[in-house]
Structure formats: C-alpha cells, structure tokens
C-alpha cells in the first residue's frame, strides 16, 4: 500500500528566510510525486510534479528515492507563500494510475 | 477553458438522508476522480470514472457510489448518511488516457472547489 507521510502539520518562517517542507513516502514501485498547495479560499491547486524538475514560484522538489523524500523547499520566503501545501503520490503503472494518495498536509505561514 | 465546476456548493442534510453531488469537468477531460476531505482523515480517494466506467475505486463503504454520463459529467451518491459523511468532497478531472500507465506522466489533475456537505 502507498503511503504519504507529511511530518509537520504546522510551519512557521520568517519572511526572507528558507522554507523546507519535509514530504516521505511508502511505495514498492517506482512513484510518481506532486505537491499540491491550497491557498486561503482558493481551490487545491498542482504546485510542482518530480518528473517537470522545474522551478514554480521559487519552489523546487527533489524526488530521493533512496531516502524516499520528496521535501519542498524555497531558498527565500514570501508572505504569499502561506497556504496549506500537500504532497501526493501516483502510481506510474498498473490500474489506478490515477488515483493519488495524499500527506496530511502542512500549513505553512510566512511571517512578515 | 472554464475550470472544473462542482454542484451543489453546500448543502446540510440529516442522517439517514441520501444526496447526489455533481460533477463537471474541464470539457475534454475524460477522467473525473472524487476525494473526500476531512480534518480528521485529510484527503482521501473516493474513486476514478473514465468512459463512463468506474476505474479504480477506494475503500469507502458501498454507500458511496458514483456515476459517469457520456459527456463526461460525473455524479456521486451517498445514501444513507451518517454524521461521520459531513466533508469537503473534490472532484478532479484530467486527460487521462486509457489504458494500463498511459495516464502517466503528462497528466495533471485539476481540482474543483468542493462541495461542503453536512450531516445533522
């Protein structure tokens, strides 16, 4: 069985300081990995996928497949940055590829 | 393209109640998946519609049930409710290929804004 393991519920930086939100997984096969952020009244939304390697908004995501991480992380925090970020987790073969299993979340708040 | 749209946005019913929620997706998206969303649980898989067939499906009890319409629309039911159904259910849809892993790499799913549902 998969699973996504969201370590903080609660995170709290300062403006201009790093931001690491930590994300572990449990999958036997070979995952696909997404982080999904939820800013205040706004719908759930794809942040960053593991396999685009790109930069969204100063967030980048490496997917460590030996430690089995996919931490989120920005060099310099923003106020806009605070929202409730979720990591996910699919499987990449098999039935069910779309079936995405979800941490529990960790609200994060920039302080100004 | 308008985005995923969910109906009703809230609604309140009592305990042994049933209730239809629906679902449309972005138009040419054909998968249409549910999430139930709690602050208990967090997001969980309810299940995945593709074609108008049931693809995949989570471990929620039989009362939850769903269904797909040939423009891709989709609906979900819970009969019987319980105080413990009262949630955010999300619905996702995306392109999501047929077949074993065609769904794979380039898909993403989009979310709708929910329906709050609850049980008195």
């Known amino acids: 069985a998969q699973r996504v393991t969201q370590p903080e519920k609660l995170l709290s930086v300062f403006k201009g300081a790093p931001v690491e939100l930590k994300c572990n997984y449990s999958y036997s096969g070979s995952p696909e990995l997404f982080w999904y952020v939820q800013y205040s009244r706004q719908r759930l939304q794809l942040l960053l996928r593991h396999i685009s390697r790109e930069s969204i908004k100063g967030f980048t995501a490496d997917l460590n497949k030996g430690e089995t991480s996919f931490h989120l992380k920005k060099p310099f925090a923003q106020e806009e940055d605070s929202a409730m970020y979720y990591c996910a987790l699919r499987r990449t073969s098999g039935q069910g590829a779309q079936k995405l299993v979800f941490g529990q979340g960790t609200r994060l708040t920039i302080n100004p | 393209k308008a985005g995923v749209t969910q109906t009703p946005r809230y609604l309140i019913k009592t305990r042994g109640q049933q209730v239809t929620l629906s679902c449309s997706p972005i138009?040419?998206?054909?998968?249409v998946s549910w999430y139930q969303q709690t602050p208990g649980q967090g997001l969980q898989f309810l299940f995945e519609y593709f074609s108008e067939t049931q693809r995949n499906k989570g471990n929620f009890p039989g009362r939850f049930s769903g269904r797909q319409f040939s423009n891709s629309r989709s609906e979900m039911n819970v009969s019987t409710l319980e105080l413990g159904d009262s949630a955010l259910y999300l619905c996702?849809?995306?392109?999501?290929?047929?077949?074993?892993?065609?769904?794979?790499?380039?898909?993403?799913?989009?979310f709708g804004p929910g329906t709050r549902l609850t049980v008195l």
């Open positions: 996702a849809s995306s392109l999501a290929g047929r077949g074993l892993g065609l769904a794979g790499t380039k898909d993403t799913q989009y």
């Open positions: 138009s040419g998206h054909r998968s």
